[in-house]
């Protein structure tokens, strides 16, 4: 019993070892030349390599190695302005545990209005709301017939259009 109790001893002692591998944080890979970016990490045991990799998932081959036996869970990296556009992977090693971040397009054209569009479309619909309201407003101001649901002869909707478009 007693040789039954060490060996499970000894086993949960190695547990923390096997679960606790280092592991990419970031969420989204928007790189640009001369842009710095900030890679996050945690669960490394020891120094780190931070490598850019690229190829077929099953083939990756090494096109830069960032840094190399580096201490802490972040590194701010800034790409150069040589490196060609192309998908990349990040390769994160420590001494007992590799990650691999998601493919990423670089330069990621996509990220200039990423963050912007939103906003920039919100506006835009606001624009597009107060502009539709005051127009409804001056034609409720004008007596617009037609806008009131009479529409009138065809005769006189062209003359409303016609006088509409030389004003």
């Known amino acids: 019993m007693l040789r039954y109790t ?31 970016f900030t890679v996050t ?42 490196l060609p556009a192309d998908s990349y992977i990040l390769q994160l090693e420590d001494a007992g545990s590799a990650d691999y971040s998601a493919r990423f397009k670089y330069p990621a054209v996509i990220s200039a209005l990423g963050g912007l569009f939103p906003h920039l479309l919100f506006i835009a619909l606001g624009y597009y709301l107060a502009y539709r309201r005051h ?22 909707i062209i003359n409303r259009w016609l006088s509409q478009i030389h004003d």
């Open 41 to 82: 990490w945690t669960g490394n045991r020891g120094p780190v390599t931070l490598t850019l990799t690229n190829g077929p998932d099953e083939n990756l081959q090494t096109v830069l190695v960032i840094v190399s036996n580096y201490e802490g869970q972040s590194y701010i990296w800034t790409p150069p302005a040589e």
């Open 135 to 156: 127009k409804h407003q001056r034609r409720l101001e004008d007596g617009d017939e037609q806008y009131n649901g009479r529409r009138g002869t065809v005769s006189e």
């Open 6 to 36: 060490v060996i499970w001893a000894f086993w949960l002692a190695q547990l923390p070892l096997t679960l606790a591998a280092v592991a990419f944080t970031n969420n989204e890979y928007y790189l640009h030349a001369g842009s710095p």
